[in-house]
């Protein structure tokens, strides 16, 4: 039963900039230590590492699991140090891009090349009892008043969102809402879908003026919103997580 459990965890998070992950990290290793009292070292563990001890757990258990995650597009370049280096771009194919996500790299091995992901049926993105999730292309109609699609390969959840619900972006009188508003703006000044990723992209990886946290929680708070559809790939793996339970004896998903 899951009773003895329910309301056992509160926590309260306040996001800021850069900050938005270590915040949420340290308020979950806070209440885990309060509620087991076990007080390890703080540290954040960053790339395959963690991914593998994970999977073992994960593997051990024997328990289904949908690890919804980015796509990560990189390329391979080498400077002029002769070192190689692995910078982000948007996800494209017919490019030689790799994923840099140890989560794929970890689950789908020998699945490197975007390309290859971008392929993936869904069964293909099962491994035992593990689903993977991530980006896969959106057909986006930029002109409402013609039946022309755009296909659109989104890199991260924010532009996979945003190319899900153009329209919803396109509403009039979403000002003052702080990374909403900076979205709108982007989109009022662009003239394509794939001028409006480039500047999407630029946007988020300059650090800058976007604040994810920000974005999340004013789209699930705001009446503007209430018809926000999840992308597809999110919507995938939650259907395959619910088919799971309910062929093994749970009844609706529950």
């Keep these: 039963s899951s009773e003895p459990y329910e309301n056992l965890v509160d926590i309260e998070i306040v996001c800021q900039d850069k900050e938005d992950k270590n915040q949420i990290k340290r308020a979950i290793f806070k209440k885990l230590n309060e509620l087991t009292g076990i007080n390890p070292p703080w540290g ?58 140890p989560s794929i790299k970890s689950w789908l091995s020998g699945k490197e090349q975007i390309d290859d992901l971008l392929a993936l049926d869904e069964k293909e993105k099962l491994v035992n009892n ?3 999730a991530f980006q896969t292309p959106v ?79 004013s789209l699930l708070y705001k009446d503007d919103f209430t018809d926000l559809i999840a992308p597809v790939y999110i919507q995938e793996g939650l259907e395959w997580m619910k088919s799971y339970l309910d062929s093994n004896g749970n009844k609706n998903g529950e």
């Design 139 to 217: 057909n986006v109609q930029w002109d409402k008043n013609k039946d022309d699609l755009t296909e659109v390969c989104p890199y991260t959840f924010e532009d996979a969102l945003i190319f899900t619900n153009l329209e919803l972006f396109r509403q009039e009188g979403l000002k003052k809402m702080g990374a909403i508003t900076t979205i709108a703006n982007l989109l009022r000044h662009s003239d394509s879908a794939n001028e409006l990723q480039n500047k999407i992209f630029e946007k988020l990886e300059s650090k800058s003026g976007f604040q994810k946290a920000d974005f999340a929680i």
């Design 130 to 132: 593990v689903r993977i």
């Design 44 to 101: 954040i563990l960053t790339g395959v590492r963690p991914v593998k001890l994970t999977g073992e757990l994960i593997e051990k258990i024997g328990i289904a699991t949908l690890i919804v995650t980015d796509i990560d597009a990189t390329e391979t370049k080498v400077g002029e140090d002769g070192k190689e280096r692995h910078p982000s771009v948007l996800t494209a194919k017919g490019k030689g891009y790799k994923t840099g996500n």
